[in-house]
């Protein structure tokens, strides 16, 4: 694995701990479908307030171009939208809970970054 994957890999741990700690469940993370990824689909909630977060966590070392939260512009979050759609579609039991997106944008070091969780940082109709 070369350092820059095994960055993005520490920085995701380190974002499901954060969410985990915040009482969201993992239900999948990296899932891949042509045109997008998901780096981390939880749920938020329980029983009837269950939803299905689609988190896509960002890192940069600096906020020299507007840090990670600035990089998911708008065809990241077209890809995004996707690839959940596709998502729901082959997870029958989670198709109709209601679902948001969330960025976590992490900065500095990836073995111990700052994260910011942005919750509904977009809409799928914006």
Do not use: I
Request: with cysteine; net charge positive; aromatic share 6%.
């Amino acid at each position: 694995m070369n350092r820059r994957r095994a960055a993005g890999a520490e920085v995701e741990r380190a974002a499901r701990a954060h969410l985990e700690a915040a009482g969201l469940r993992l239900v999948a993370s990296n899932v891949n479908y042509r045109g997008g990824e998901l780096d981390l689909v939880m749920l938020d909630g329980d029983g009837a307030t269950r939803t299905v977060v689609f988190v896509e966590v960002r890192h940069r070392r600096s906020a020299a171009f507007g840090g990670g939260a600035a990089s998911v512009d708008a065809g990241k979050r077209r890809r995004l939208v996707l690839a959940a759609q596709q998502f729901l579609a082959a997870n029958r039991a989670l198709r109709d809970l209601p679902c948001r997106f969330d960025v976590v944008a992490a900065g500095g070091d990836a073995s111990a970054p700052r994260l910011d969780w942005l919750r509904d940082a977009f809409r799928a109709d914006d």
